[in-house]
């Protein structure tokens, strides 16, 4: 075998994947905790904040810990994921009202939305490691080719007027500023594609309407500027489309990256909500704050065919949601040659017109193969194939049922390819 095919990684019998997100209710000061896999939802997971009228307001997820940013507190609560208590409370200064945090590299770096600062944190030991001035009103933050990119939303708070939109590219290692970017008005939120950064520029809410601003990530420049409408706020991605949460009024607008088209606004009503939105390996969180008052909704969707799955409520004035990774069960000594293991399409919805989903891959040498099908549990539920197998591509169609013959439900799916010595294992979502 090549040495070049190897990668080098422990890797467990089973592994558990994203089968849990996590809702920040920041009217009610709760940490909902979504169950992907019965769907169900716990909205007092975790209490945020440790007076009233805090505005808990954005989550970041490191392993079983979240960090939330406590904005009246001028804090950032540390929590276990896996029993929602309350680690410590990370104080930062006074008026400083953090907003937005991402981590990268074990550090978490807050937006000071009402001291223009980005803040360095340590994960573990919640030191604060650097400060640094920014624009003016920070809010979203993000990582993005070694950098961290900080989105400037120019407001004035004397005035309540939108000065000029702008973008700090920062340094980690010393948090120096390498660039400042000047983008459309209101800049909010950001997400990475490839060697861009999209920005989401949510305009004035009165007569200057939503756009994006591309930035090169190589130059740090912008290459261009896409007219969007509306108030977006929010951004995430899947297969090439870009699916934008509009705060007012309330839904989602579709960009193709393909064709350079908006293929469906609010108007069209195919997601309802938009306050927050997020995507997960094909599953599209729409979250619909509605008026503050009442509980919020949160909307799950298959986003390859746009259609619900899963309508949950959770509490009120929800502003964040994030889907959670599982943690992998070592052992140690266990290599994986990158067999290239991935199913299409994914999620898939069995039925007329799709009848199989194909799972691939790829065997460096000839190998004794065997390729399973597991629920979320880790239970054995149908049995692909079991033989020797050339080196080369080999595909496989699953048609959804078990060893029974009986349609699977709805949910995650894991599957498991062994191939001599080494294994993968992949998931895919079934919906219906």
Same mark, same amino acid.
């Given at each position: 075998m090549k040495k070049g095919l190897l990668i080098l990684f422990v890797l467990g019998v089973v592994s558990l994947f994203a089968n849990s997100a996590f809702v920040l209710n920041s009217n009610s000061q709760t940490l909902s905790k979504i169950d992907l896999e019965s769907n169900e939802i716990v909205n007092d997971f975790a209490i945020l904040g440790q007076y009233s009228s805090s505005a808990p307001n954005k989550l970041e997820i490191e392993g079983n810990i979240g960090l939330v940013t406590i904005t009246y507190e001028n804090s950032v609560q540390k929590i276990n994921l896996e029993t929602g208590e309350t680690i410590s409370f990370i104080g930062l200064d006074d008026s400083s009202m953090p907003n937005d945090l991402c981590i990268y590299d074990g550090n978490a770096y807050v937006t000071g939305n009402g001291n223009s600062s980005l803040y360095k944190i340590n994960i573990e030991t919640e030191e604060i490691l650097d400060v640094v001035e920014v624009g003016l009103a %920070? *809010?979203?933050? @993000?990582?993005? =080719?070694? /950098? @961290?990119?900080?989105? #400037?939303?120019?407001f004035n708070i004397n005035n309540y007027q939108y000065e000029q939109g702008t973008v700090s590219v920062i340094n980690p290692e !010393?948090? $120096?500023? +390498?660039a400042t970017i000047n983008t459309s008005l209101n800049p909010v939120d950001m997400m990475q594609l490839e060697d861009k950064v999209y920005v989401v520029c949510t305009g004035n809410y009165v007569d200057i309407s939503g756009e994006l601003s591309v930035i090169n990530i190589s130059d740090l420049v912008v290459e261009s500027t &896409? $007219? &969007?409408?509306?108030? &977006?706020?929010?951004i995430t991605e899947w297969n090439n489309k870009l699916y934008l949460g509009n705060s007012w009024p309330a839904g989602v607008y579709v960009y193709d990256l393909a064709t350079s088209n908006i293929e469906s606004t609010p108007n069209d009503n195919i997601f309802i909500g938009g306050s927050s939105i997020n995507c997960n390996n094909g599953i599209l969180a729409v979250v619909d704050v509605i008026d503050y008052v009442e509980n919020s909704i949160i909307r799950l969707y298959d986003a390859s065919s746009q259609e619900l799955f899963s309508e949950l409520e959770a509490?009120?004035?929800?502003?964040? &949601?994030?889907?959670?990774?599982g943690t992998n069960s070592i052992e140690e000594n266990d290599l994986m040659v990158n067999l290239h293991l991935t199913n299409y399409p994914n999620p898939v919805k069995f039925g007329s017109s799709r009848m199989a989903t194909t799972i691939s891959f790829n065997l460096p040498e000839d190998a004794d193969v065997s390729l399973e099908i597991y629920n979320i549990k880790g239970e054995k539920i149908r049995s692909l194939y079991s033989g020797n197998q050339?080196? =080369?591509?080999? *595909? /496989?169609?699953?048609?959804?049922? !078990? $060893?029974? #013959?009986? %349609? +699977?439900s709805a949910g995650v799916y894991l599957y498991k390819l062994e191939a001599g010595k080494f294994s993968s294992i992949n998931k895919m979502v079934v919906v219906k």
């Open positions: %920070p *809010q979203g933050v @993000i990582e993005a =080719g070694g /950098y @961290i990119w900080v989105a #400037n939303t120019g !010393d948090m $120096s500023i +390498v &896409i $007219s &969007i409408g509306g108030s &977006i706020g929010s509490a009120v004035g929800a502003t964040d &949601i994030k889907f959670m990774e050339n080196s =080369g591509k080999h *595909q /496989y169609l699953w048609n959804g049922k !078990d $060893s029974n #013959n009986r %349609p +699977v």
